[in-house]
């Protein structure tokens, strides 16, 4: 294993020019290996009645050779080009079921013998589970019997899952899903020789879009697209497949709630060379059974014009979706404003409805002030409509009566107030099957669920009653405040019983049964044990302090094991952050997080060091807030940004924990982007890790983040906000990752390359690593292990250890 990670190391240096006998690989602390390459717990599914579990196992990380797979990277997608699916994906490798209230676990019998499924899906009666099994050359749909607890494979041909979703039920005996059409070792191959030059030409057409990865590129791009995301849709009852309509390249099937038509939405040429498949030009339809188009609803542009600036949109339909408390109608949405929210108009976005047999005109159902979010269909008198403005953070939810088309606001907020969330309403199936609003109290009040629970005590779930006609919302059970607990799974709202999943800091999460009306003691239904035995007693604090312009912050502070600060005295600090933005103070100042909550490790997490000897203070708040009406928040970004990092700084020196001339500052993505700034603006720390971060905002001209202005409307921000415009002032050591194949808008390698160079340039100090075959989050084994030891050095040498 040392000598695989070796090559890989030394490819990396290689890569870099830098002499592979520079230095010498390592595998991190015991410890934290240990708890990296633990067994995760398995995931829980429950059927509606809470009579059977499925438990689905899978393993830790994939190693670097499976990420390393053939893979093609084109139309803003990665293709496993030997099975038509999407690679990099997560895979479930073992089922087994329970009885909910019985302890056997009983193993599922018949699964492939390398399983490597996903899609889970539990039939309409939830009498059966469907999965996909992704084979090396093929994916295969698999039905397991929950009674015999015996999966089968039920498909004739390979599934071609791409686009449009896996497979979806029509009834216990039927399924949905697309083929494919031919072998992948048919597909074209790439010509040593190009068809010719690759050309985009423009003529007067605006076109602002945000930066996206993996898009088409050549003329052979398209061809290979093509071939193989063009699929037949397929109707396999009891087993037998019978085809629907002819092949084509779909991107949405939805059958109606009576099960009798399909929505669909197919993609046609010319493919876009600017944005991904899911914004290609595209027909949406109604299709019956046999494939016969009933009706076209629209033609639909390629998403290359979409305007710039939150809530604008194109001035075409949008929201396709079927009305879940009816048979067969359809519903969309069309800007009333030609797109742009800025242009004056009483209303901005209008829903209409088209009934079976799809005939005549759509009727209008309402209208709203806002951009149109969602609907949840309840009954022929009720239903919850959703509005917002992403720019204003600001949401509404209307009541709407369908037999009237009356609508009545329940209630305004803004999005990132937190404390007064009313959380989502608890739904249940109608006679077609389908999820739509949980009336109680004779059909008075809405069951509201929130899984979170903000408030000043920190996160505390809740589930409540809220009151159609008073517009006031009753708790009727909170979580208890020392641990953390929130309602899964409603079994019975008659008898308000439920599931729940409960945890605190030393009890790993568990799921229990709940009675709120008998009010008789939790029984409990899983017992998962412990998988970080190596974090048992370190403590966890939700530490709370101002910034010197009275904003509120709070951090997750984590300290070792038998650490006393009287006797100890103050240890070096590793900070973990992510900005984000507020239109106002109070939001900005709410406590989010519990401190009740246990501590669970990902590949990216900081908490790892406190098993070294580090306090950890994770989840530091970096509110960025627009400080008056006509202001936005990034317009005195770095200022603020310093603010918070002194204010968290100054807490733990005063806490006597920190030791103020040991911190680093560390941070994925925009977290990245926010430990360049602090290192370039501030002498706070010692040292910085900016993982697969985006350093020059001139590359993300049409928006970053929650920024929608562009870099021609507001260039001297853009080179402001950009740390590259700053590399001459990067004298604290900084460690640049990168994952060789990022995939997430904007933060393209090249960021990370240009970024060490300018550092180097200027003589910083700083090293530059290259994760082979990772995407913008990591998976690969030995790269995540390789990962933590570089972070690990870089701590102990210029943190921990500094002059």
């Given at each position: 294993m040392?000598?695989?990670?070796?090559?890989?190391?030394g490819?990396?240096?290689?890569f870099?020019g830098?002499?592979q006998?520079?230095?010498q690989?390592?595998q991190?602390?015991?410890?934290?290996?240990?708890?990296?390459?633990a067994?995760?717990?398995?995931a829980?599914?429950?059927d509606?009645?809470?009579?059977?579990?499925?438990l689905?196992?899978?393993?830790?990380?994939?190693?670097?050779?499976?990420l390393?797979?053939?893979e093609?990277?084109?139309?803003?997608?990665?293709?496993n080009?030997?099975?038509?699916?999407l690679?990099?994906q997560?895979?479930?490798?073992?089922?087994?079921l329970r009885?909910?209230?019985?302890?056997?676990?009983?193993?599922?019998?018949?699964?492939?013998t390398?399983?490597?499924a996903?899609?889970?899906s539990?039939?309409?009666?939830q009498?059966?589970?469907a999965?996909?099994?992704?084979?090396?050359?093929?994916?295969?749909l698999?039905v397991?019997?929950v009674?015999?607890?015996?999966?089968k494979?039920?498909?004739k041909r390979?599934?071609?899952?791409l686009m449009?979703g896996a497979y979806?039920w029509?009834?216990?005996n039927?399924?949905?899903?697309?083929t494919?059409?031919?072998?992948?070792?048919?597909a074209?191959k790439?010509?040593?020789?190009?068809?010719?030059p690759?050309?985009?030409e423009?003529?007067?057409?605006a076109?602002?879009?945000?930066t996206?990865?993996?898009?088409?590129?050549?003329?052979?791009?398209?061809?290979?697209f093509?071939?193989?995301?063009t699929a037949?849709l397929?109707m396999?009852?009891?087993?037998?497949?019978?085809n629907?309509?002819?092949p084509?390249?779909?991107?949405?099937?939805?059958?109606?709630?009576?099960?009798?038509y399909?929505?669909?939405?197919?993609?046609?040429?010319?493919?876009s060379?600017l944005?991904?498949?899911q914004?290609?030009?595209s027909?949406?339809s109604?299709?019956?059974?046999?494939?016969k188009?009933?009706k076209?609803?629209a033609?639909?542009?390629?998403g290359?014009?979409?305007?710039?600036?939150?809530?604008?949109?194109q001035n075409v339909p949008?929201?396709f979706d079927?009305?879940?408390?009816?048979?067969a109608?359809i519903?969309w949405?069309?800007?009333l404003?030609?797109?742009?929210?800025?242009?004056k108009a009483e209303f901005?976005?209008?829903?209409y409805a088209?009934?079976a047999?799809f005939?005549?005109e759509?009727?209008?159902l309402f209208?709203?002030?806002?951009?149109f979010?969602?609907?949840?269909?309840?009954?022929?008198?009720?239903?919850?409509?959703?509005e917002?403005?992403?720019?204003?953070?600001v949401?509404?939810?209307h009541?709407f009566?369908?037999s009237?088309?009356s609508?009545e606001?329940?209630?305004?907020?803004?999005?990132?107030?937190?404390?007064?969330?009313p959380?989502?309403?608890?739904?249940?199936?109608?006679q077609?099957?389908?999820q739509v609003?949980?009336l109680?109290?004779?059909?008075?009040?809405?069951?509201?669920?929130n899984?979170?629970?903000s408030?000043?005590?920190?996160?505390?779930?809740f589930?409540?009653?809220f009151?159609?006609?008073?517009?006031?919302?009753?708790?009727?059970?909170?979580?208890?405040?020392?641990?953390?607990?929130?309602?899964s799974?409603?079994?019975?709202?008659k008898?308000?019983?439920f599931i729940s999943?409960?945890?605190t800091?030393?009890?790993?999460?568990?799921?229990f049964m709940?009675?709120?009306?008998?009010?008789?003691?939790d029984?409990p239904?899983?017992?998962?044990?412990n998988?970080?035995?190596?974090l048992?007693g370190?403590t966890?604090?939700k530490?709370?302090?101002?910034?010197a312009?009275?904003?509120?912050?709070?951090?997750d502070l984590y300290?070792?094991k038998?650490?006393n600060a009287?006797?100890?005295?103050?240890?070096?600090?590793?900070?973990?952050?992510?900005p984000r933005e507020?239109?106002?103070?109070?939001?900005?100042a709410q406590v989010?997080?519990s401190?009740?909550?246990?501590?669970?490790?990902?590949?990216?997490?900081p908490i790892?060091?406190v098993?070294?000897?580090?306090?950890?203070?994770?989840?530091?708040?970096m509110?960025i807030v627009?400080?008056?009406?006509?202001k936005?928040?990034?317009?005195?970004?770095i200022?603020?940004?310093?603010?918070?990092a002194?204010?968290?700084?100054q807490?733990?020196?005063?806490?006597?924990v920190?030791?103020?001339?040991?911190?680093?500052?560390?941070?994925?993505?925009?977290?990245?982007?926010?430990t360049?700034?602090l290192?370039?603006?501030?002498?706070?720390?010692k040292?910085?890790?900016?993982?697969?971060?985006?350093y020059?905002?001139?590359?993300t001209?049409f928006?970053?983040?929650?920024?929608?202005?562009?870099?021609?409307?507001?260039?001297?921000?853009?080179?402001d906000?950009?740390?590259?415009s700053?590399?001459?002032?990067?004298?604290?050591?900084i460690?640049l990752?990168?994952g060789?194949?990022?995939?997430?808008?904007?933060?393209?390698?090249?960021?990370?390359?240009?970024y060490?160079?300018?550092?180097?340039?200027?003589g910083?100090?700083?090293?530059?690593?290259?994760?082979?075959?990772?995407?913008?989050?990591?998976?690969?084994?030995e790269?995540?292990?390789?990962?933590?030891w570089e972070?690990?050095?870089?701590?102990?040498?210029?943190?921990?250890?500094?002059k």
């Amino acid at each position: 294993m040392k000598q695989i990670l070796m090559v890989f190391v030394g490819f990396c240096l290689t890569f870099l020019g830098i002499a592979q006998d520079a230095f010498q690989y390592q595998q991190p602390p015991k410890l934290m290996a240990e708890m990296l390459l633990a067994k995760p717990t398995p995931a829980v599914s429950f059927d509606d009645k809470a009579n059977w579990m499925l438990l689905s196992e899978r393993n830790s990380y994939p190693s670097v050779e499976e990420l390393g797979q053939p893979e093609a990277r084109i139309a803003g997608m990665r293709i496993n080009p030997n099975n038509f699916s999407l690679s990099r994906q997560t895979f479930i490798n073992n089922f087994k079921l329970r009885r909910v209230n019985q302890e056997n676990e009983l193993q599922v019998k018949g699964l492939p013998t390398s399983l490597l499924a996903s899609s889970v899906s539990w039939s309409p009666s939830q009498t059966k589970i469907a999965f996909l099994q992704n084979n090396a050359d093929a994916v295969d749909l698999y039905v397991i019997d929950v009674a015999t607890q015996t999966a089968k494979k039920i498909n004739k041909r390979p599934l071609n899952t791409l686009m449009g979703g896996a497979y979806s039920w029509l009834d216990d005996n039927t399924l949905i899903y697309k083929t494919t059409l031919q072998p992948a070792s048919a597909a074209p191959k790439r010509p040593i020789t190009p068809m010719g030059p690759s050309i985009q030409e423009n003529y007067g057409k605006a076109a602002p879009i945000r930066t996206y990865q993996d898009l088409m590129k050549t003329p052979y791009d398209e061809q290979l697209f093509s071939f193989m995301a063009t699929a037949q849709l397929v109707m396999n009852k009891n087993g037998a497949e019978t085809n629907i309509g002819k092949p084509n390249i779909y991107t949405t099937i939805s059958a109606s709630p009576d099960k009798q038509y399909l929505m669909i939405r197919t993609l046609r040429k010319p493919f876009s060379y600017l944005v991904p498949a899911q914004l290609f030009a595209s027909t949406v339809s109604i299709i019956d059974l046999n494939g016969k188009e009933l009706k076209k609803l629209a033609d639909l542009p390629s998403g290359e014009g979409s305007p710039s600036g939150f809530d604008n949109v194109q001035n075409v339909p949008r929201s396709f979706d079927w009305r879940d408390d009816e048979a067969a109608t359809i519903t969309w949405c069309m800007p009333l404003d030609s797109g742009m929210i800025a242009k004056k108009a009483e209303f901005h976005d209008a829903v209409y409805a088209l009934k079976a047999p799809f005939q005549g005109e759509a009727t209008e159902l309402f209208k709203t002030t806002m951009r149109f979010r969602g609907v949840s269909w309840g009954t022929s008198e009720l239903a919850l409509v959703m509005e917002g403005l992403t720019g204003k953070q600001v949401a509404r939810m209307h009541r709407f009566n369908p037999s009237t088309g009356s609508l009545e606001m329940l209630m305004q907020r803004n999005t990132t107030d937190a404390y007064n969330n009313p959380g989502s309403p608890v739904t249940t199936k109608n006679q077609f099957g389908r999820q739509v609003l949980l009336l109680v109290d004779n059909g008075t009040k809405l069951l509201m669920n929130n899984t979170t629970g903000s408030s000043p005590n920190g996160d505390l779930p809740f589930l409540a009653k809220f009151d159609l006609q008073t517009k006031q919302q009753e708790i009727i059970w909170r979580c208890t405040p020392g641990q953390f607990e929130f309602i899964s799974d409603v079994v019975d709202a008659k008898t308000m019983t439920f599931i729940s999943r409960k945890e605190t800091q030393t009890s790993t999460p568990n799921y229990f049964m709940k009675d709120l009306l008998k009010k008789i003691a939790d029984r409990p239904i899983t017992k998962f044990t412990n998988p970080y035995p190596q974090l048992e007693g370190i403590t966890k604090e939700k530490i709370k302090y101002k910034r010197a312009d009275g904003v509120d912050l709070t951090g997750d502070l984590y300290l070792p094991k038998g650490y006393n600060a009287a006797k100890d005295g103050p240890l070096p600090v590793f900070m973990w952050a992510y900005p984000r933005e507020f239109n106002n103070a109070a939001d900005a100042a709410q406590v989010r997080g519990s401190k009740d909550r246990f501590t669970n490790i990902s590949w990216g997490s900081p908490i790892f060091w406190v098993t070294q000897g580090y306090a950890v203070l994770d989840n530091a708040e970096m509110p960025i807030v627009a400080t008056s009406s006509d202001k936005k928040p990034n317009d005195n970004f770095i200022e603020q940004l310093k603010l918070n990092a002194e204010a968290a700084v100054q807490k733990l020196v005063d806490m006597g924990v920190g030791d103020k001339n040991r911190m680093a500052v560390g941070g994925h993505s925009y977290g990245a982007f926010m430990t360049a700034h602090l290192l370039s603006h501030t002498n706070l720390f010692k040292a910085g890790i900016a993982r697969s971060g985006a350093y020059n905002r001139s590359l993300t001209p049409f928006g970053f983040q929650n920024e929608d202005r562009t870099y021609w409307q507001a260039s001297q921000l853009y080179f402001d906000m950009s740390p590259f415009s700053y590399a001459n002032k990067v004298k604290t050591p900084i460690l640049l990752i990168h994952g060789e194949m990022d995939d997430n808008q904007g933060t393209f390698p090249i960021q990370s390359e240009r970024y060490y160079s300018a550092i180097k340039g200027h003589g910083g100090t700083s090293r530059y690593v290259v994760l082979p075959y990772e995407a913008h989050g990591y998976r690969g084994r030995e790269n995540v292990l390789h990962m933590l030891w570089e972070q690990h050095q870089w701590l102990e040498k210029y943190v921990k250890n500094a002059k």
